[in-house]
């Protein structure tokens, strides 16, 4: 970019966007995932009801859910032998000798 009306025109079009509340980023992602990244950008860049929705869909992707406690004591308590007395005592072994 050796020319500098060139050069001169990007920094324009830049400033532009600045002024809109645009903000230039890099992002590192795989090739594949290239398209899908710039549409989503595109899409998040828009004004409305969708963008918006779109804007929160990630968000709560992104962040994920708090993992809840205690899951699998509650997967316990479900449980359809929860009272069947069911006796799961072993009988206590020394086991066997071994010869080194």
Known sequence: MGNTAQKR?????????TQRGFKRLEVMALESDRELIRSLA?????????????????KALV???APKTGGILAAL?????VGAELDVSRPREEGRSVDL
Not at 42 to 58: F, I, K, N, S, Y
Not at 77 to 81: A, E, G, H, V
């Open 9 to 17: 025109a990007i920094e324009n079009y830049r400033a532009r966007l």
């Open 42 to 58: 595109r899409h998040l860049a828009e004004e409305g009801p969708d963008a918006e929705q779109a804007r929160q869909t990630v």
């Open 77 to 81: 308590r479900r449980s359809p032998l």
């Open 63 to 65: 962040a994920g859910a």
